[in-house]
């Protein structure tokens, strides 16, 4: 073990793989709502970027809904995003639990929640958790 317990290591988040029913499909609906990038795409993956170089790698694969990203960003970022879901007519919530339909959370910056093309469960919020 190169660090021992305890000690400060720098750690990010690196990449993430995204099972999609249409790879392609789920990386427009990224681009368009959240903001992402194309990035260099290779094998089966295509590939986007976040603002902070994270790498969303799309592939075919079975989908799970359980799956849950956020995506932290500016109160400009998160008004375009949430007028996206709006003129795609896709249907988001103010809580987790798919109550307050077509609202948007205030309560600890803005939030709202989300599903992409393959089910998979997203949120977009302006102010971080911790």
């Known amino acids: 073990m190169a660090e021992t ?19 392609a499909v789920s990386a427009e609906f990224y681009r368009v ?8 795409g290779w094998g089966v ?12 790698q799309f592939a075919a694969a079975p989908v799970n809904d359980s799956v849950h990203m956020a ?5 400009a970022e998160f008004h375009r995003g949430l007028r996206m879901l ?3 007519e896709v249907q988001y919530w103010a809580d987790p639990r798919m109550e307050r339909p077509g609202e948007v959370s205030e309560e600890a910056g803005l939030r ?4 992409d093309p ?3 469960f997203l949120e977009m919020l302006t102010q971080p958790y911790v």
């Open 5 to 23: 317990i305890g000690q400060a290591v720098a750690v990010s988040f690196n990449h993430t793989i995204i099972g999609a029913h249409d790879p």
């Open 118 to 120: 393959s089910g998979h």
């Open 33 to 40: 709502v959240i903001g992402a990038r194309d990035a260099p």
């Open 45 to 56: 993956f295509t590939n986007l970027i976040l603002d902070d170089q994270t790498l969303l």
């Open 86 to 88: 709006q003129q795609l």
């Open 112 to 115: 709202v929640y989300f599903r």
């Open 71 to 75: 995506f932290l960003m500016s109160e």
